[in-house]
Nanobody, 118 residues
Framework: QVQLVESGGGLVQAGGPLSLSCAAS????????MGWYPQAPGNQRELVAT???????NYADSVKGRFTISRNTTKDTVYLQMNSLKPEDTAVYYC????????????WGQGTQVTVSS
């Protein structure tokens, strides 16, 4: 199975920026969408940003205007640029790739911790 390797998490003060990346270990066929899903302690994993194979983006209301999702289709890599971070953004951020190939599948990264201090 293809693996997604995340990087870029860390500790940042409120108001600061942070960039996350998620790279596939090898080419993934028939990608439908890629996205970022944070999970805070005691909470469910929630969607904050997705991007389709055609480039359409979708954001949770809480991050609109602050986060930007992008991708590099030649490298099957998805990025999340986070600006104006808030303590409420603190969570483990998981990247996801949804593919229709091989009977359809969701591929998840290992997660990267983002901690925003106030």
């Amino acid at each position: 199975q293809v693996q997604l390797v995340e990087s870029g998490g860390g500790l940042v003060q409120a108001g600061g920026p942070l960039s996350l990346s998620c790279a596939a270990s090898r080419t993934i066929s028939s990608i439908n969408a890629m996205g970022w899903y944070p999970q805070a302690p005691g909470n469910q994993r929630e969607l904050v940003a997705t991007i389709t194979s055609s480039g359409s983006t979708n954001y949770a209301d809480s991050v609109k205007g602050r986060f930007t999702i992008s991708r590099n289709t030649t490298k099957d890599t998805v990025y999340l640029q986070m600006n104006s971070l808030k303590p409420e953004d603190t969570a483990v951020y998981y990247c996801n790739v949804r593919t229709s190939a091989y009977g359809a599948a969701n591929i998840w990264g290992q997660g990267t911790q983002v901690t925003v201090s106030s």
